[in-house]
């Protein structure tokens, strides 16, 4: 039971460049989330999927996208990466939306120059 | 969306209670408190949440004041691994029930 995993570990882009964050989790659970966290801060929810064929904005959602591939997977995906982009981004889990503990995965360190 | 307020950084020494405290003076009656701590290099991780009564799990318990305004997480016997930043989070049990990460509380664990 692997829980959640994120690929890549870690990416440099130059600016204008295109890329997908991967995720995927192995719980079974209905309810995936996007996070990006800059140094020194909290974490941002950027986009989340309360369930499979539905996607939400967060907090910060301006120059990413989603797709929800099906229950296990959900991706993010940046098409013209901006320096403000650098950030490690974390993927997390939970069985549904609400009170439920949310599962993270180990994150991406992601620079963009 | 309701704020919480915390201290930059608190330092314990090893195998003594730890008691963090969160102030969130703007609750609403329909807001959970959460407790997600992140250790050096990786995700958050779940550690206590609660509405309104006391709780207690396998990892730490929460102490919620009676009007909500303020929680306490405490850690019963620190030790090193519980090194790390604890964030305080208030999520509305609304259909965009979301977890708004504030700064948290960097703590410090002394041999």
């Known amino acids: 039971n692997a829980g959640v995993t994120q690929t890549p570990k870690f990416q440099v882009l130059k600016t204008g460049q295109s890329m997908t964050l991967q995720c995927a989790q192995d719980?079974?659970?209905?309810?995936m989330y996007w996070y990006r966290q800059d140094p020194g801060m909290g974490l941002r929810l950027i986009y989340y999927s309360a369930s499979e064929g539905t996607t939400d904005k967060g907090e910060v959602p301006n120059g990413y996208n989603v797709s929800r591939l099906n229950k296990r997977e959900f991706s993010l995906r940046l098409e013209s990466a901006a320096p403000s982009q650098t950030s490690v981004y974390f993927c997390?889990?939970?069985?549904?939306?609400?009170?439920?503990?949310?599962?993270f995965g180990p994150g991406t360190r992601l620079t963009v120059t | 969306d309701a704020k919480t307020t915390q201290p930059n950084s608190m330092e314990s020494n090893e195998e003594e209670p730890v008691h963090l405290p969160c102030n969130h003076s703007t609750i609403s009656g329909t807001d959970y408190i959460h407790w997600y701590r992140q250790l050096p290099s990786q995700g958050p991780e779940y550690v206590i949440h609660?509405?309104?009564s006391n709780v207690n799990n396998r990892m730490a318990s929460l102490a919620i004041a009676e009007d909500r305004k303020s929680s306490t997480l405490i850690l019963h016997r620190a030790t090193l691994r519980d090194a790390a930043v604890y964030y305080c989070?208030?999520?509305?049990?609304?259909?965009?029930?979301?977890?708004?990460f504030g700064s948290g509380t960097r703590l410090l664990v002394r041999p």
């Open positions: 719980m079974n659970h209905n309810s």
């Open positions: 609660g509405l309104t």
């Open positions: 989070i208030l999520a509305r049990m609304d259909s965009s029930y979301k977890l708004i």
């Open positions: 997390a889990s939970s069985e549904q939306t609400g009170d439920y503990e949310q599962y």
